[in-house]
T-cell receptor
Framework: SAVISQKPSRDICQRGTSLTIQCQVD?????MFWYRQQPGQSLTLIAT?????????ESGFVIDKFPISRPNLTFSTLTVSNMSPEDSSIYLCSAGAGSYEQYFGPGTRLTVT | RKEVEQDPGPFNVPEGATVAFNCTYS??????FFWYRQDCRKEPKLLMSVYSSGNEDGRFTAQLNRASQYISLLIRDSKLSDSATYLC????????????FGRGTSLIVHP
């Protein structure tokens, strides 16, 4: 298994600003993912963070709005850019080692005012 | 059929009851399946994996029915601490290691 930490755990931001969320894994992993979860809803995959190359985004999510970095096998960042109240959500990082078993970070609770 | 479908519930059961959830999937080529548990305001955590006909871990049994394309999760002797949302996970079509999460089934175990 892997232990994943995320920073910040929560934030309240003004519309029009950007927030960068950090995800740190305690071991090298093949796959890292970023999800969004609205209250009472299931997980929506934003993108797959690829080490050393551009992230692979899901339909409805674009790099300009959600730039992602993954400089190595244990770390990734997600930036939520030019935020609006609709971006208020929980953002979760997950990691897997080449199988479908994933381990999640505790999430970042974002509120945009 | 959606990639993954679950009855959202909630399932409201007394302590000690046996409860079962089903999850249907569309990708007939899927070889592995997972159940995750998500407590309120917490991240999902892997509960069980199902690679063949089924898997059992204490009070929890996961079964796979390939012909009808569904997996089930059976919880025996329910505890108050079993109250959570149970997410079914199926590999995305196309062979990548990207999972598809169901919307989850809510379980409430009451005294």
């Amino acid at each position: 298994s892997a232990v994943i930490s995320q920073k910040p755990s929560r934030d309240i931001c003004q519309r029009g600003t950007s927030l960068t969320i950090q995800c740190q894994v305690d071991s090298q992993v093949t796959m890292m993912f970023w999800y969004r979860q609205q209250p009472g809803q299931s997980l929506t995959l934003i993108a797959t963070a690829n080490q050393g190359s551009e992230a692979t985004y899901e339909s409805g999510f674009v790099i300009d709005k959600f730039p992602i970095s993954r400089p190595n096998l244990t770390f990734s960042t997600l930036t939520v850019s030019n935020m609006s109240p609709e971006d208020s959500s929980i953002y979760l990082c997950s990691a897997g080692a080449g199988s479908y078993e994933q381990y999640f970070g505790p999430g970042t609770r974002l509120t945009v005012t | 059929r959606k990639e993954v479908e679950q009855d959202p519930g909630p399932f409201n059961v007394p302590e000690g009851a046996t409860v079962a959830f089903n999850c249907t999937y569309s990708n007939s080529a899927s070889q592995s399946f997972f159940w995750y548990r998500q407590d309120c305001r917490k991240e999902p955590k892997l509960l069980m994996s199902v690679y063949s006909s089924g898997n059992e871990d204490g009070r929890f049994t996961a079964q796979l029915n390939r012909a009808s394309q569904y997996i089930s999760l059976l919880i025996r002797d329910s505890k108050l601490s079993d109250s959570a949302t149970y997410l079914c996970v199926v590999p995305r079509s196309g062979g990548s290691y990207i999972p598809t999460f169901g919307r989850g089934t809510s379980l409430i175990v009451h005294p």
